[in-house]
């Protein structure tokens, strides 16, 4: 008989939660939600309580400490995770309590971890029905939903706990196998997620824990109609996660309609500029920019660049390529397996630089990116923030570089005055020492490089899709009666 209820591990005992006053049944959720209720559903989120670096006196406490079971201790040590972030020591005590939490946070400072954890911890010691998920991971890319599974799959499996990443691009049969046979943890794009539930092959209603992780972004996206559908298909009186950069209108309206009690826990402003992460405008002629771009994306080190429109990723990365700069491109025009290539590539350093769009910039959570160059300024202050932070994450030093036209210098400085960036400004040329000194900028060889591999081996394939050690090589024929030589 399949538990309708799992009992967190965690020396933190999670309350029972009270069912929700509103009904949860299909279709429009505005049309089942009653007009007038007795007393709010959530607590305003200016009035919930907001956790910062600064609320945190004296030494920082331990994963033990915070309230995690000794198994999840040992293997986040023997990933060599000895101290939790500040978003991680705000968030993990009440998402362990069983609480509905909104967190807000800057990329790269353990968001994953700050819900990925609570998560893991109850959901541990009981097993999902066939077809019936206990745990879900909303995001709005593939990209992110791999990532996720990444840092997420190892410390599940200690736990006995079964994952499937669950998104479009990827084998849907395969998907649809693991679910038949029984997932703890779903990590889902929306649409693919609503594909599969509408062909019946996966049933919501187990599900304990739900996490919308980015969640402006997919707001961004126009996911947010297709997260309602979601949720309102998931089990009544279950846990609600919510990690978002920003809140604004529309992500708001998902707080107040499916967070119970929320509490705040916020890091910095959305605004803030993080103090590890260097910025700076370099105005150029539009003759010199091409060969500007060319002289950083030759520097030392992981270089991101951006740009705005897909063909133009396609065109830089060739141009980088015929002069000596070994370079790849990702964006949403690309396959699935040609957007894994360029982002182990640029994870092996292959090819050390990696021209992207904004549709692919939220999927890229890539450690050791030194230095995200616009080649194209960004269209406003929120693009610009998620743009930057693919470098200087978690604690680690960055710089951010905007190449501005004549004509774009007075727009470039409204939007990063909006997002509230304070930032120098630099008129330079080919071979500029101030160019030199900012990115490290050198002269490319002229020589042109060969295009990356157009296809994965399976074995780098299996590491790309975040499945971590591929499975052995197979060669069409049993080995069971081969010959011996």
Known sequence: MRPTTSTPTSSTAAPTRKPRSRPRTGGSPAASRPVTRREPVVAPVERAEIVTDAAHDGPIPTFAELGLPEVLVAALLKRGMTAPFAIQVAALPDALAGRDV???????????????????????????????????????????????????????????????VVVGGLSMGKQIDALHRGVDIVIATPGRLMDLIERKSCDLRDVELTVLDEADHMSDMGFLPVVREILDQVRPGGQRLLFSATLDKMVKTIVDAYLVDAVTHSTSLPTTQVSTMDHHLLLVHPGDKASVVTEIANRDGRTLLFVRTKHGADRLATQLRRVGVRAGALHGGMTQNARN?????????????????????????????????????????????????????????????????????????????????????????????????????????????????????????????????????????????????
């Open 341 to 485: 290539r360029s982002l182990l590539n640029f994870k092996d350093g292959a090819t050390p630089v990696l021209v992207a769009t904004d549709v692919a910039a939220r999927g890229i959570h890539v450690d050791g990116i030194d230095l995200v160059l616009h080649v194209d300024p960004p269209a406003d202050p929120k693009d610009y923030l998620h743009r930057a932070g693919r470098t200087a994450r978690a604690g680690e030093s960055g710089v951010v570089v905007t190449m501005v036209l004549p004509d774009q210098v007075r727009d470039v400085e409204r939007m990063t005055r909006t997002a509230g960036i304070t930032i120098a400004s630099l008129k330079v040329c080919p071979g500029h020492s101030g160019l030199v000194r900012i990115t490290g900028s050198r002269a490319p060889s002229g020589v042109a490089v060969a295009e990356p591999p157009r296809e994965l081996t399976p074995q780098r394939t299996h590491r790309a899709a975040g499945f971590g050690k591929p499975p052995a090589a197979r060669t069409g024929r049993s080995t069971r009666h081969r010959p011996k030589h």
């Open 102 to 164: 909104l967190g807000r946070a800057e990329t790269g400072s353990g968001k994953t971890l700050a819900f990925g954890l609570p998560m893991l911890t109850r959901l541990a010691g009981t097993k999902a029905a066939p077809k019936r998920p206990r745990g879900l991971v909303l995001v709005p890319t593939r990209e992110l939903a791999l990532q996720v599974n990444d840092a997420l799959e190892p410390l599940g499996h200690v736990l006995g706990l079964r994952m499937k």
